[in-house]
C-alpha cells in the first residue's frame, strides 16, 4: 500500500459558515457528583426563577498570560428563590465557567454571598478553588493578600446587580477584587491566586426565556439545507405554529425556535435561544450579499432589519425556504458571533439508499520546496446523491487517493488524535477527538489537507454514503496537480477571487504574509506582501 505522511486539519463551515471568534473564558469540565457532594460544590441548578444577565466591568485571568479584559457581554444566570431569600449566582466569576453555583443571602435590597464556598474541585490533583476577596496593593500581581472571611455584597437596583466594593487598574495592576484562590495543595498553602478576579461589576437583566414545545406534538424529520450542506433536524406544526429542533449543530442543538405561518410565509421573530458558552444566544436573520471590492476580493456580507427571517412556504410540499441567512447569533442586536446558514432551505426528510454526487478537490496549493515543506488541499463533498436528494452528513465519508485506486491509511501512531488507523474519514467530527478534526475549523464547505510529501501527480476524492440499509459510493475524482486540472467533474462557473493564509483561512486582500489566491478562473497563485 502506497503511503504517504498527511496531516489533516478540518477546516469548518461545512454546512454553516461560522462567524465566531472564542468567548474569552476558560470552560472547565463538569465535575462528578461524588467530588461535588465531598467538598459542598453546588453543581445543580437550585430550585426558583432563573433569570439571566448581561455582565460589564473588568476581570482577570491568565490563560498564557496574565490578562486584564472587559467582560465584554459575558452571560450570568441567578436564581432567586421562592420565599425571596436567597439567590444562587452560577460561574460569578466571569471568566472562570465552572459550571458551579454559589448562594447568597438576600437582606433588603443587598445580596450578600458569603466568601471562602468552593467553586470547584480538582478531582486528579486533591485541591479546590474558593471565592475570596483578592487584593494586589502593590501593583506585583506575584504578592497577592487573600481573604475568605466576611460577604461579596451585590446591591439589586431594579431589575440589575451591581457588585460593591471592588476596584482595578489595568495600567497599575492594583486590585481589591472578587476573585479564586486555590486551596492547600502539596506544600502550596491555601489561598494561591488562581488570577480570576471580577471588578467594577453589574449585571443587566435580559427578559428572556427560551422556547417551550407543547406537549403531545408530532415531530416529523426535515433537512436543512445550507448551500450544498446541511443537516437533519426536528420540525413539528401547531396550528398555525412552526417549530424547529437543531438548527444549531455545534452548540444549542436541543434550542426550539418558533415561527408562525401567514398564509404562503413562514415568519420567525427575533427569538431568544438559549445560553451557551457564557453567551447568550438568538435565533435570528438577516439579509446576505455577496460583495467585491476593487482589489477582486469578495465576501459575504450581512445586513441586520429587525431580525427576523421570512420563509416562502409550499402547502403542498410543506416545505419552506429563505433568500436571506438564518444566524444562530450572540446578539439580539446585529449580526455578531455565531453559525450563518445562507439561503436555508428546509423539506421533509426520509432516509433512503443514494449514490452520492461525485466530491472534488477544489484546489491544491504547492508549497512543499518554496515555503514551508507542506501542500495544501482543499476537497468538497456534497450532501447530496446523483439525483439532488439530500444525504444525512452522520451517514457520509470520505477516502483519499493518491495517483492510484487504493485508499490512503491514516496511522494511529502518526496522528495520535485519531482512536485508531482509518482509511475512510467521517464527513463529521467529534470534537473531543481533536480541535483539528472540529467541524468549528472547516471554511466553506471544504476541508484543508496538509501534506507533508511531494512527488505525486494526481490527488483523488470519494465519497460513501450508508443510508437506506444500503452502502453507495461515488466516483474517485483526480486533481492533475500538474495541469491543475480535475478529471470526470464538468467545468463549473467562474468562481469568485478568493484569498487564504497557510493555513486555509479566508483571508482579506490586504493581508500581510504568504497569501494563497484562487482566481476567478481556478487558477491557485502565492503572493507575499509586506
Known amino acids: 500500500m502506497k503511503y504517504y505522511s498527511l496531516l489533516i486539519s478540518a477546516l469548518l463551515c461545512a454546512a454553516v459558515t461560522f462567524a465566531q471568534r472564542e468567548a474569552p473564558v476558560r470552560n472547565f469540565p463538569a465535575l462528578a457528583p461524588a467530588a461535588a457532594n465531598t467538598h459542598g460544590v453546588i453543581t445543580e441548578q437550585p430550585e426558583g426563577e432563573l433569570r439571566y444577565y448581561i455582565r460589564s466591568g473588568r476581570s482577570t485571568w491568565a490563560p498564557v498570560y496574565f490578562q486584564d479584559v472587559e467582560q465584554d457581554g459575558i452571560a450570568a444566570q441567578v436564581v432567586f428563590s421562592a420565599d425571596g431569600t436567597k439567590a444562587y449566582f452560577k460561574d460569578i466569576i466571569s471568566h472562570a465557567a465552572t459550571g458551579t453555583w454559589v448562594e447568597g443571602n438576600i437582606v433588603g435590597d443587598k445580596i450578600n454571598v458569603p466568601l471562602g464556598q468552593m467553586v470547584y474541585w480538582f478531582d486528579q490533583y486533591n485541591y479546590g478553588m474558593k471565592l475570596a476577596r483578592v487584593q494586589v496593593p502593590d501593583g506585583n500581581i506575584q504578592n497577592s493578600k487573600y481573604s475568605v472571611r466576611g460577604s461579596a455584597t451585590f446591591t439589586i437596583q431594579g431589575n440589575n446587580l451591581v457588585l460593591e466594593g471592588t476596584s482595578g487598574d489595568n495600567t497599575t495592576n492594583v486590585y481589591d477584587a472578587l476573585g479564586l484562590v486555590f486551596t492547600a495543595y502539596d506544600d502550596q498553602p491555601e489561598g494561591e491566586w488562581s488570577y480570576y478576579i471580577d471588578y467594577n461589576t453589574v449585571y443587566t437583566y435580559k427578559n428572556v426565556q427560551p422556547v417551550v414545545v407543547p406537549d403531545n406534538l408530532e415531530i416529523e424529520q426535515y433537512s436543512l439545507e445550507n448551500e450544498n450542506t446541511g443537516h437533519v433536524v426536528n420540525v413539528a406544526f401547531d396550528g398555525s405554529d412552526v417549530y424547529i429542533q437543531g438548527v444549531s449543530e455545534s452548540s444549542i442543538p436541543q434550542a426550539w425556535m418558533k415561527g408562525t405561518i401567514q398564509g404562503r410565509k413562514i415568519v420567525f421573530p427575533l427569538q431568544f435561544a438559549q445560553p451557551y458558552a457564557s453567551y447568550l444566544l438568538y435565533f435570528c436573520g438577516a439579509d446576505a450579499k455577496y460583495e467585491v471590492d476593487e482589489t477582486g ?115 494511529r501512531d502518526e496522528y495520535k488524535y485519531l482512536p485508531e488507523d482509518i482509511d475512510e474519514v467521517p464527513y463529521l467530527f467529534d470534537e473531543e477527538q481533536n480541535v483539528y478534526f472540529s467541524r468549528s475549523y472547516i471554511y466553506e464547505k471544504a476541508y484543508a489537507l496538509y501534506i507533508y510529501q511531494s512527488g505525486f501527480d494526481r490527488i483523488g476524492v470519494q465519497s460513501i454514503y450508508r443510508g437506506g440499509g444500503e452502502e453507495h459510493a461515488s466516483k474517485i475524482v483526480y486533481y492533475n496537480i500538474n495541469t491543475t486540472g480535475i478529471e470526470d467533474v464538468e467545468a463549473g462557473a467562474d468562481k469568485p477571487v478568493r484569498h487564504f493564509d497557510l493555513m486555509g483561512r479566508p483571508v482579506n486582500a490586504g493581508h500581510k504574509g504568504l497569501t494563497i489566491t484562487r482566481t476567478a478562473d481556478g487558477r491557485v497563485v502565492k503572493r507575499l506582501q509586506r
Request: glycine share 6%; charged share 25%.
Open 297 to 411: 476580493y469578495g465576501e459575504w456580507l450581512y445586513y441586520w432589519s429587525d431580525g427576523s427571517i421570512t420563509f416562502d412556504y409550499d402547502q403542498k410540499t410543506r416545505s419552506f425556504s429563505s433568500k436571506q441567512a438564518l444566524c444562530v447569533n450572540n446578539s439580539d442586536t446585529g449580526i455578531d458571533r455565531g453559525e450563518i446558514f445562507r439561503s436555508p432551505i428546509f423539506r421533509p426528510y426520509k432516509e433512503k439508499p443514494g449514490t452520492p454526487a461525485d466530491p472534488k478537490v477544489s484546489a491544491f496549493i504547492d508549497y512543499y520546496f518554496s515555503v514551508a515543506g507542506f501542500n495544501i488541499v482543499m476537497l468538497d463533498v456534497p450532501l447530496k446523491d446523483t439525483e439532488g436528494n439530500f444525504l444525512d452528513p452522520t451517514k457520509v465519508s470520505w477516502r483519499l487517493f493518491v495517483d492510484d485506486d487504493e485508499p490512503y491509511t491514516l496511522y
